[in-house]
């Protein structure tokens, strides 16, 4: 499910950067799924999912609204930057032309996408937790884990690998002949097909010492 969820949300992601899409856009689909991800899993452990170990890890929602408040604030200071400093009069205008060009590209679709991606595999992996019973583990934290260790770690030797093939398309991004954007996209994508394979071959791991030790 994961898999097709990637899919799905960077096919729209690709189509909001062909229709001009920022660098700095394509990150919001990120920074929102995460802040969601935190509340999201506040409501399951007070609700649906009854394991102590999952609730205490969840806290009583102080880390989702630090994160609400910091990504709100970040959102407030890059909105009234401009040429002559901060402006708070500039907030209001630069908000509604940041929207506007997110959903005349398409990007709020790939957000929503997002958004349901997760949501759908969280009521899949309660399920089957129902169904088993034992400690309830989340994978989507695992997910967000693995793909910030990946990020720090090994992205930037990916890059620096591939960088003699990567230095014609930044030639091309430096006189304007490509967006920059999709810089950003091909980064994101490999970034989070690493985590995919990365999670499918410890699972495989798991699974391997699980029989054994059976």
Not at 112 to 128: F, K, M, P, R, Y
Not at 145 to 157: G, S
Not at 176 to 198: I, Q, S, Y
Request: proline residues 4%; negative net charge.
């Amino acid at each position: 499910m994961r898999l097709a969820t990637l899919v799905v949300f960077y096919a729209l992601a690709a189509r909001a950067v062909a229709d001009g899409l920022p660098a700095s856009h394509l990150l919001i689909p990120l920074v929102f799924e995460f802040v969601f991800m935190l509340w999201l899993g506040l409501v399951i452990s007070r609700t649906v999912v009854d394991c102590p170990d999952f609730r205490a890890a969840n806290g009583i929602g102080l880390v989702p609204l630090f994160w609400t408040l910091a990504v709100a604030g970040g959102a407030l200071i890059w909105l009234a930057w401009g040429e002559d400093g901060l402006s708070a009069a500039r907030v209001p205008d630069a908000a509604l032309q940041a929207w506007q060009h997110i959903v005349e590209t398409g990007l709020v679709w790939a957000m929503l996408a997002g958004v349901i991606g997760l949501t759908a595999a969280s009521a899949h992996e309660i399920a089957e937790w129902r169904r088993t019973g034992g400690a309830f583990i989340w994978t989507s934290t695992l997910f967000a884990t693995m793909r910030i260790l990946l990020a720090i770690f090994v992205l930037p030797l990916v890059i620096f690998l591939l960088l003699p093939l990567l230095i014609p398309l930044i030639t091309q991004m430096i006189h304007g002949e490509l967006n920059p954007a999709w810089a950003v996209w091909t980064v994101l994508l490999v970034l989070d097909l690493g985590v995919v394979v990365t999670g499918a071959l410890l699972h495989r791991h798991l699974e391997q010492k699980a029989a054994q030790e059976a």
